[in-house]
């Protein structure tokens, strides 16, 4: 009788904690070392609590992909990572859900969810903030010479710190630096990159440096870069070179002076046939503790009642501990510009 | 035997055709027409699953792509009262439409906001004017909370309030152009041109693509160029050589022929980066202090670029010298020509179907070539494939890429067609 009884409490529970069967779903991300800790702090716990099964692809960005598939009406993905650049025109186009924010849970220590998660979290109908990164640059201490850099000007001072940059090659965030190492403040920095006089302002600015600099495509190459000596100084996702100093003890530091950050979001893919499920996976990994296992690759979590889970050493290497350095990147100007100036960066590269 | 009948008025060769079949009767005429039938829909069918794996996966994409680059329906699906309300409105006037458009206008992208589709115009016609979409998307925004009664009486006013750029008559110029199912716009920016406001063709400010064509070309040539220059000597050496040497080089040929390509492409990122084998040989022969520059750069799209496509052209030179009898350059040498006329006037002419067959395939496959540009091309080393890869996946302007994609399908129609005039494509031999 004891025994059935116990049985009947742990149905009810079953059944209490996941009123379905176990389901499968789709979940894609940027892979490397922050995939992995979204695995391990997400996924996993998520998998093991529900039961469900969530399978995790990677993908570079861009909402290329998500729009194929949305257009096609054949849907794969049902849950992506999305840098909040793309997310505004995704959700725009509708090609993303709408996510319910008022089923978001309060944080671990009570305050509600729309008080907890920064402002920027929810800024957008279609997501929920998943970190904070940045992009900033780095220098290598066993091949820089001419001192320690730590300002933007540095970067675009060839005659003091000698040897070549590495960039990606897009305009986004070089303009930005462009404009902020020719003395444009901060608040300006958009408003006179909309403008064609502005524009021409940072590629003169470009030009200076253009025959030092090193393009790449993709973030795995910026350590990379500075580690064999291709570059003394590579622009960087903080977490790359985060990983690289943390467990391959290399010798690169970071210049927080003029990062420009961003946030990923989770969103959920339009037309998902596990929508219930994959608003439930994202009310979970965003939820305190899983937030707070993105420290682990130097992403800041978005939520306030994160932190109490920080390792307090870490805390001061996060984008989130130098927002008033940094530079917030702009959605909307990308939105607007990101084509245009696009064809311009790539005319100015052929020049 | 009616139709016989006709076949004799018909031409003379039918007539003639009648007459050695006149010795057979009607039944085995028929009968033997059967046999043929059966014959030809047998070969079909040996055919058909080819015949429909290319329809599917060569032809079918090919006329999407070609239709993409010039139907373009969106904002005419997307605003379709403005539309008509902009028919009658003249566009090389420097006056805004006037608020009867606007007020259908402003339902109309109340209605978009609604259904989540403002995103779609907003870039659509940022693509012509850059700055737009966040004009659109804020004012769809707002709109969607005003109510639709009170929008089509004062929807004029309620945009020019919300945003100034409405009172522009750029916008609407857009927006009207854009409402075109068919258009020739994406073609004219892939040529670097567009049509201004008085609808003549003029330069764009940004001129690129027009660049990117030729440097593509050169690039193929050159490559082209280098595999003849590096592949013919090989093939005269393999096509002489005893059997049993020229197997085992022929091996080496073939070898990295079945190295899968991005393995290839990265062992040249190996050696040629600045730390890379290259340079420490260089550096350590004291031949150079400074590591050299080579990696991301056309140098080292072209150099790994040979190297993945020379196969290409000592397969077809090697068969083809595997078939020139030696004696014909023994016969000119023993009847008084010196080596190197009679190689040049004998062996050399005969050779040409290989160089042809050859450089044929090397230049077509280089010159829409993809994934080593993009690995070791660096910005120099970019050609034309890297910019229609850049608007599918980045800018997400499938129409431009379709457009880039179209000419550069063109262009490579319209240089085999020369090189058919020029030299005569039934000269080709593969083997």
């Not at chain 1, 116990?6 to 922050?34: K, N």
Request: glycine share 6%; with cysteine; net charge neutral.
């Amino acid at each position: 009788m004891n025994k059935l009884k116990r049985f009947g409490a742990a149905l009810a529970l079953c059944t209490a904690v996941s009123p379905t069967m176990a389901e499968q779903f789709t979940a894609v991300s940027f892979g490397g070392a922050y995939g992995a800790a979204q695995q391990k702090h997400m996924l996993d716990p998520y998998m093991k609590k529900t039961g469900h099964k969530i399978l995790f692809e990677n993908y570079s960005g861009g909402i290329a992909e998500i729009k194929a598939q949305v257009e096609s009406g054949n849907i794969l993905w049902d849950v992506v990572d999305i840098e909040v650049i793309d997310l505004e025109r995704a959700c725009s186009e509708g090609l993303l859900e709408v996510f319910p924010h008022d089923t978001l849970p309060a944080g671990d220590d009570g305050v509600a969810a729309n008080k907890d998660f920064i402002p920027e979290a929810l800024s957008n109908e279609c997501g929920v903030g998943n970190i904070i990164w940045t992009v900033l640059f780095s220098y290598n201490d066993k091949t820089i010479k001419g001192g320690t850099p730590d300002s933007i000007d540095d970067l675009f001072d060839t005659k003091t710190f000698p040897g070549k940059r590495a960039l990606r090659k897009r305009p986004q965030v070089n303009m930005e630096w462009a404009l902020l190492a020719d003395g444009v403040p901060k608040a300006q920095v958009y408003e006179l990159l909309a403008t064609k006089k502005g524009q021409q302002r940072a590629f003169a600015k470009l030009d200076t440096i253009k025959d030092q600099i090193v393009w790449f495509d993709s973030w795995s190459q910026a350590p990379q870069l500075l580690n064999d000596g291709g570059a003394v100084m590579v622009q960087s996702a903080n977490g790359r070179i985060f990983d690289a100093i943390q467990s391959d003890n290399k010798p690169f530091k970071m210049v927080w002076d003029a990062h420009v950050y961003d946030l990923d979001v989770w969103a959920i893919v339009k037309g998902s046939k596990k929508k219930a499920l994959a608003e439930d996976f994202i009310r979970y990994a965003t939820s305190s503790r899983p937030e707070s296992g993105m420290q682990e690759v130097a992403y800041g979590p978005t939520r306030n009642s994160s932190y109490a889970y920080v390792d307090k050493a870490v805390i001061p290497k996060l984008p989130s501990a130098h927002l008033d350095e940094g530079l917030q990147a702009s959605g909307e100007f990308w939105a607007d510009y990101g084509e245009s100036l696009g064809e311009k960066f790539n005319e100015w590269l052929l020049k | 035997m009616q139709q016989t009948a006709l076949n004799t008025e018909s031409t003379p060769t039918a007539n003639a055709n009648s007459d050695s079949l006149s010795e057979l009767s009607a039944t085995e005429i028929i009968q033997s027409r059967k046999i043929i039938r059966r014959r030809k829909l047998v070969a079909f069918a040996f055919a058909a699953p080819l015949i429909i794996f290319i329809i599917v996966s060569f032809l079918a994409p090919i006329g999407t792509m070609l239709y993409r680059s010039v139907y373009h329906p969106t904002v005419a699906q997307l605003v379709p009262a403005t539309l008509t309300a902009l028919a009658d409105w003249d566009a090389t006037n420097n006056d805004r439409p006037d608020d009867r458009v606007l007020n259908i206008f402003a339902v109309e992208l109340k209605q978009l906001a609604h259904d989540r589709r403002s995103g779609k115009l907003a870039e659509e016609i940022n693509r012509s004017l850059p700055g737009s979409s966040s004009v659109i998307k804020s004012t769809a925004r707002k709109l969607k909370k005003i109510d639709q009664a009170l929008l089509q009486q004062t929807g004029a006013d309620k945009l020019l309030s919300l945003k100034p750029q409405w009172q522009n008559v750029e916008i609407w110029r857009v927006i009207k152009k854009s409402g075109a199912v068919f258009t020739s716009s994406f073609y004219l920016t892939a040529l670097d041109l567009m049509h201004n406001a008085n609808d003549e063709v003029v330069a764009r400010d940004t001129q690129i693509y027009v660049k990117l064509y030729l440097k593509s070309l050169k690039i193929a040539l050159l490559i082209t160029l280098l595999t003849v220059v590096i592949g013919f000597p090989l093939s005269y050496y393999l096509a002489t050589a005893p059997t049993k040497t020229a197997n085992i080089l022929m091996v080496f040929v073939l070898l990295p022929f079945w190295t899968s390509l991005l393995v290839r492409t990265t062992s040249w990122i190996a050696l040629l980066q600045t730390n890379g084998v290259v340079n420490s040989v260089l550096q350590t022969l004291n031949i150079i202090t400074e590591p050299l520059d080579m990696l991301y750069t056309q140098f080292s799209t072209v150099i790994a670029m040979t190297h993945i496509l020379l196969p290409f052209m000592i397969l077809p030179l090697y068969s083809v010298m595997k078939g020139i009898d030696p004696t014909y350059l023994r016969a000119a040498m023993s009847l008084g020509a010196k080596p190197i006329p009679a190689f040049i006037r004998i062996y050399l002419p005969m050779t040409l179907p290989g160089i042809s067959a050859g450089a044929l395939l090397v230049f077509i496959v280089s010159i829409g070539y993809y994934i080593t540009p993009a690995l070791v091309g660096g910005t120099d080393g970019q050609m034309i494939s890297n910019i229609i890869a850049f608007h599918m996946q980045s800018s997400n302007n499938w129409e431009l890429a379709a457009a880039l994609g179209s000419l550069l399908l063109g262009a490579i129609l319209l240089l085999y067609w020369i090189y058919d005039r020029l030299v005569g494509v039934s000269n080709i031999k593969l083997g």
